[in-house]
C-alpha cells in the first residue's frame, strides 16, 4: 500500500502492485486508527501516506515517486517527524 485517500465515507487503497486502487466503505479516521502509526502517518485531511514509500518532502508536498501529495498546515509536524526519521 502507497497511501490511502479519504472519500467522504469511503477510503480509497492506492497499491504499488498494482495501477488499480482498491474503494472501500470506511472513513479515513477509521482506517488510520487500524493502521500502524511506525508504519504510517496522516498528511492531510484526505491522505493518510506510508512512510516507507516516500521519497521526499518539501514544505507542503509529500513525494512518493511520481505522485505528489499535499501536506497541510494541519499535518505541518509531520515535516518534522521525517527529518528525524531520515
Same mark, same amino acid.
Given at each position: 500500500? /502507497?497511501?490511502?485517500?479519504?472519500?467522504?465515507?469511503?477510503? $480509497? !487503497?492506492?497499491?504499488? +502492485?498494482?495501477?488499480?486502487?482498491? &474503494?472501500?466503505?470506511?472513513?479515513?479516521?477509521?482506517?488510520?486508527?487500524?493502521?500502524?502509526?511506525?508504519?504510517?502517518?496522516? /498528511?492531510?485531511?484526505?491522505?493518510?501516506?506510508?512512510?516507507? $514509500? !516516500?521519497?521526499?518532502? +518539501?514544505?507542503?508536498?509529500?513525494? &512518493?515517486?511520481?505522485?505528489?501529495?499535499?501536506?497541510?498546515?494541519?499535518?505541518?509536524?509531520?515535516?518534522?517527524?521525517?527529518?528525524?526519521?531520515?
Amino acid at each position: 500500500m /502507497i497511501y490511502i485517500e479519504g472519500l467522504k465515507d469511503y477510503a $480509497k !487503497i492506492h497499491l504499488n +502492485t498494482s495501477e488499480k486502487s482498491i &474503494l472501500t466503505l470506511i472513513t479515513l479516521k477509521a482506517m488510520e486508527d487500524k493502521l500502524s502509526k511506525g508504519r504510517f502517518m496522516r /498528511i492531510h485531511n484526505s491522505f493518510i501516506v506510508s512512510l516507507e $514509500k !516516500i521519497s521526499s518532502v +518539501t514544505k507542503n508536498t509529500v513525494f &512518493l515517486n511520481k505522485t505528489m501529495l499535499p501536506l497541510s498546515d494541519k499535518f505541518k509536524q509531520f515535516s518534522k517527524f521525517i527529518n528525524r526519521w531520515q
